[in-house]
């Protein structure tokens, strides 16, 4: 992806639709990170630092693709999925809601006449990023949101037949 990214406003109207998903109990179980201009690069540099000190075998290509992960957009927003226990509202309902929150901001997204790509790689399970993100106990990165503009046409991969996975409930005899 490349410039121009989203504006302010249009950034505001991808982050309004991502928090304007079902929320039992109106908990906001998730929340944004947000990375744009220098932001990227300095995040990339942490990612290098951490890939490098995993990977003693990584190459210098390896460790420059990781710091250069973030620049492939122009903004990247990750959104981290915060499950508050032991309360009636499950679990299970917490974490879906998180992933409504990045399919609508998708959606958004490209209906602003942008490229969007949801990403989930070692980087979102890693404790260290975690650690230097300043997450907390209940929380993972639902997602890295990247949006900018398309430079080459995306292509479509293949989908499953709607008669494959589709299938109508009858009574048990």
């Known amino acids: 992806m ?12 991808i982050l309004r639709a991502g928090a304007r998903v079902p929320d039992h109990g109106k908990l906001a179980p998730w929340r ?11 995040f990339g540099a ?14 210098e290509d390896q460790i420059a693709f990781e710091a ?12 981290v999925s915060r499950v508050t226990p032991g ?7 917490q974490l879906l809601s998180a992933g409504a929150v990045c399919q609508n901001m998708l959606v958004a997204a490209t209906a602003l006449g ?17 650690r230097v993100l300043g997450l907390g106990e209940n929380e993972k990165i639902a997602g890295y949101l990247y949006f900018g503009s398309e ?11 709607l008669s494959d996975i589709t299938s109508n409930w009858t ?3």
Do not use: C, M
């Open 68 to 79: 250069n992960r973030l620049t492939r957009a122009p903004v990247v927003v990750a959104v």
């Open 114 to 130: 942008f490229g969007a790509q949801w990403l989930t790689e070692w980087y979102a399970f890693d404790g260290e990023v975690n």
């Open 151 to 161: 430079s080459v046409a995306k292509d479509e991969r293949p989908r499953p037949e």
């Open 2 to 13: 490349v410039e121009p990214g989203p504006d302010e406003g249009e950034l505001h109207t």
């Open 32 to 42: 944004f990170i947000l990375f744009r201009g220098e932001a990227r690069a300095q």
């Open 46 to 59: 942490e990612l290098a630092r951490i890939h490098a000190a995993a990977q003693p075998g990584a190459t």
């Open 87 to 93: 309360i009636k509202i499950p679990e299970w309902e």
């Open 171 to 173: 009574p048990a005899r």
